[in-house]
């Protein structure tokens, strides 16, 4: 065993591997360094006990313990040991005095040392907020039900709501509280106590059987004509340039895949496996993944240019980085396409909502959604039960024929037949290439014969031919003119050919979601 003085430069330049690394120090026996494989330094003590090899950890890398003070302790333990006294039973009975605060950077450090980043930032939120405001000096083992309902209901009341700054230069962070707040809170405050019975610092743990606050559930289905009119609004942002061609590019694939929205925008394409018509994704909310691509997604994602020296399919502003903020160009198209309540997350719900009304099982929606529960893709259920359905009919029916009822035709499972294809446009919807003609309002007014201020007369009394906003445009497409020309025989014919300021918007427009 290659030992050396640890040195904080040396400490801090251990590089991290895909196991456990350890650095022993060359002045004291048994005292070194851990890394682990995601960066996370801390001293340790390792020493023989009753003839058992023991290891104490001391304490993690930066303040209070710098390598001095970590050696230094290591000498006092190593006084202990000589002594015939076990630092581990110390520390067992130090842990019974753990206050809720200590609990919690003890769940931090040790609970969550395999966690996601993610998942570390929303419990450390959580504990910095709400628990520890509320909680924090109290003694862990003294803390009952009752305190955990008390808890609950005054973050939800806005009891931990306040302004703080941030590291940010002018940053400033609210916390609000809320139902949603406490709920969460409670569910970090869970796990913890689950490490404490575990590290025997209590022998129970008090959130069990805490009822939590109903959790209003945010799935948005959406209907065909709704999924076209989405279509549209792309296209349109496409045709006039207004939008990053990227960011469309982005809500199609999430429309196109169910993915969810970090697993597209940091999707590098490295991980598009053409061939085999997939996205092999090293990471996700639920480990590695293999994301299935249909023809029209595939064909989304094949027409991306790239940007060179950029790995990602979805570069950011400039060209650098991965795409990160879906949302501004979001709010515009489901405003230009009148779905002013749709979050981005409610594609992923249409995607299995089509899957589901489309007969496939929740198994295969549960793996193409990527679900690691079928808990979790049980809410589709409602939406593929025609499965049920036949199976209530044929039952019956062979009930029926024993009791002697005379059988007919079942006109439920009828009605249900000629409602088994696909619904109108869906195709056009998830796949099929189209011809999307679009006017400004210049073009619009001269192909009706009318003059501009008459259209934005019409707008400002909410009739007239159907338009779009998309950005700061007006644009119509050319169906809905000829459509409300055909409703008003009144108006003049259209000049025989489309010339002069007569402006014609095209795009053609691929698997538009």
């Known amino acids: 065993m290659v030992r050396s003085k640890l040195t904080r430069k040396l400490v801090e330049s251990v590089e991290c591997g895909p196991r456990i690394r350890f650095v022993w120090d060359s002045e004291v026996v048994g005292f070194g360094v851990k890394v682990t494989p995601d960066g996370h330094r801390s001293y340790v003590l390792q020493y023989r006990f009753a003839g058992r090899s023991r290891r104490y950890k001391i304490g993690v890398h930066g303040s209070p313990w710098t390598v001095e003070t970590a050696r230094e302790r290591a000498r006092v333990l190593l006084g202990q040991v000589a002594s015939g006294s076990d ?33 570390v930032a929303s419990a450390r939120a959580d504990i910095r907020n709400h628990i520890k405001p509320l909680l924090g000096a109290r003694r862990a083992r003294d803390v009952d039900a009752p305190d955990i309902d008390q808890l609950l209901v005054d973050i939800a009341a806005g009891k931990t709501a306040r302004r703080a700054k941030t590291a940010v230069k002018r940053g400033v962070s609210r916390v609000r509280g809320g139902k949603g707040a406490a709920n969460s809170a409670v569910t970090t405050l869970s796990a913890a106590f689950t490490l404490a019975v575990r590290h025997k610092v209590r022998p129970d743990n008090p959130v069990q059987g805490v009822r939590k606050f109903p959790e209003r559930k945010l799935g948005r289905f959406l209907a065909p004509a709704e999924l076209a009119r989405l279509g549209e609004a792309l296209a349109a942002a496409e045709a006039l340039g207004v939008e990053s061609p990227y960011a469309l590019a982005a809500i199609r694939v999430l429309a196109l895949t169910g993915c969810r929205r970090n697993e597209v925008l940091t999707a590098q394409r490295s991980y598009l496996d053409a061939h085999n018509s997939c996205l092999r994704l090293p990471d996700s909310k639920t480990g590695a993944k293999v994301v299935h691509l249909g023809a029209a997604a595939l064909e989304v994602l094949l027409a991306l240019p790239e940007v060179v020296g950029n790995p990602y399919l979805f570069p950011g502003r400039g060209g650098e980085g991965h795409l990160a903020d879906l949302q501004s160009t979001w709010r515009r198209i489901r405003a230009a396409a009148g779905l002013g309540d749709l979050r981005v997350h409610d594609l992923r719900h249409a995607f299995a909502s089509l899957g589901a009304a489309g007969g496939d099982s929740l198994l295969v929606i549960g793996a193409l959604l990527g679900h690691r529960s079928a808990k979790t893709t049980q809410r589709y259920a409602h939406l593929s039960d025609h499965p049920l359905k036949d199976a209530a009919s044929r039952i019956s029916s062979e009930a029926a024929r024993l009791l002697g009822i005379g059988e007919g035709p079942s006109p439920q499972r009828h009605r249900r037949a000629e409602l088994a294809p696909p619904p109108p446009g869906m195709e056009s919807v998830l796949g099929a290439v189209v011809e999307t003609r679009w006017m400004d309002t210049a073009a619009a007014a001269d192909f009706l014969g009318h003059t501009v201020g008459t259209l934005q007369t019409y707008r400002w009394m909410g009739t007239g031919p159907r338009f779009r906003r998309v950005g700061r445009r007006i644009v119509y497409a050319m169906g809905d003119l000829d459509a409300w020309r055909a409703a008003h025989p009144t108006a003049k014919a259209p000049p025989p050919a489309i010339g002069g300021n007569v402006v014609l918007l095209s795009a053609r427009r691929s698997a538009s979601a």
């Open 87 to 119: 630092p581990q039973d110390q520390k067992a009975a130090e842990r019974a005095e753990l206050t809720i605060a200590e609990l919690c950077d003890l769940y931090l450090e040790v609970g969550m040392a395999a966690s996601k980043p993610s998942s």
